[in-house]
């Protein structure tokens, strides 16, 4: 069938197999062309497929030589269904990995969930005996967690309603935009499915199995921003999801002393992503920020972000960390030359002027790609079939 787009508020019900291909393609591209680094060799991705989890997992085993095992929660096709973007992502990968003899698997299914767990400790058990390197790079809505409970994240301010604006993505304009405070349930719960608490619970189990080597590394992903999107991000629920994880990585850290490993918490870059765009207020920030970066020549994709932190922040004798212990790969985003004009042209972007401010067209392509329609090269006219194999585990 001929695949084509179909947006729905700010996602896309369908995907397409040879721009997800292709968009695969590209970034092992990019990697290759910087050469290859000292880094993991046996590395675990959870949340591998799609954003910085698919990205990471390309860097590593592509930039240098690394078998993974990635874990993702996407759908398979099914009668005219497409399948979802990160299950053709992952099976483009696992098509790559095999042609240059990299040890790829995949499974599909909940990360939060103790059977997962138990699976991928078999798999590691069975294949690669340890792993020298995890990365957590889950966005989920909502956790079920060991405790039968099924948590939902909320992105709220906290404390009093937040009035500012937003892009209304559907009608490509800047309408205002009003969020009502987060309860202390709301943020409890959103603790629970962003903050670090998942995340400890697979180093512990990982650790109990003895399937972590010596000096392993472990990093999570986390964003600060401007300060523009403080209530709704930073100072909001998701916020203190994020301080959650951060907090979670010293304790896994003291919790691995015995196997001498490091967790660590990388900020990274605002970026167009399935979980970004649903933020409200960050996706007119983006368009803004796009441009911005774009003109200085400093504009970074998620592979690039990635492919940086790995050779010159993780991967390297003595990472330099902030005052709080944080990877910092936001610090182009954060220049000052960028974010003073944010700040001026914050309060007068509007509808009639957005295309001159922002870079809507920017943001619209990289939505698109993510879905893995407007990727330059791919025949769109071609009838393909929707139905493409993971290899099972
Ligand atoms: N996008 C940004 O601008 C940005 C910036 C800084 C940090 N981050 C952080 O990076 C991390 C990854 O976010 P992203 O933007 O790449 O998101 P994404 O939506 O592109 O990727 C999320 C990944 O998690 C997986 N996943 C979701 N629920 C799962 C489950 N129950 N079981 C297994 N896998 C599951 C998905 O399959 C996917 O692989 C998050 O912690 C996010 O907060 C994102």
Known sequence: MVIEPKVRGFICTTAHPAGCAQNVKNQIAFVKGKGNFQGPKKVLVLGASTGYGLSSRIAAAFGAGAATIGVGFEKPASGSRTASAGWYNTAAFEQEAAKEGLYAKTLIGDAFSQEMKDKVIDLIR??????????????APRRTAPDGNTYSSVLKPIGKA???????????SVVPITAQPASE??????????G????????????????????VKTVAYSYIGPEVTYPLYRSGSIGMAKEDLEATAKRITRQLSGV?????????KALVTQSSAAIP???????????LMKERGIHEDCIAQMDRLFREKLFVDSPVLDEEGRLRVDDWELRAEVQDEIKKRWPIVCTENLEELADLQGYWKDFYNLFGFEVDGV???EDLSPDISIPSV
């Open 162 to 172: 937040y009035t500012d604006k937003t892009i209304d993505l559907k009608t490509r």
């Open 281 to 291: 207020v960050v996706p007119l920030y983006i368009t803004l920020l796009f441009k």
């Open 260 to 268: 001498r490993g490091s967790a660590f918490v990388s900020v990274n």
């Open 379 to 381: 025949d769109y006219a």
């Open 126 to 139: 069975k294949d690669l005996g340890k792993v020298d390197f995890v990365v957590y790079s889950i966005a």
């Open 185 to 194: 349930q709301e943020i409890h719960d959103t603790i629970k499915v962003m």
């Open 196 to 215: 670090g608490e998942d995340w400890m619970l697979w180093m512990d189990a990982l650790a109990r199995a003895e399937v972590l080597e010596e000096n």
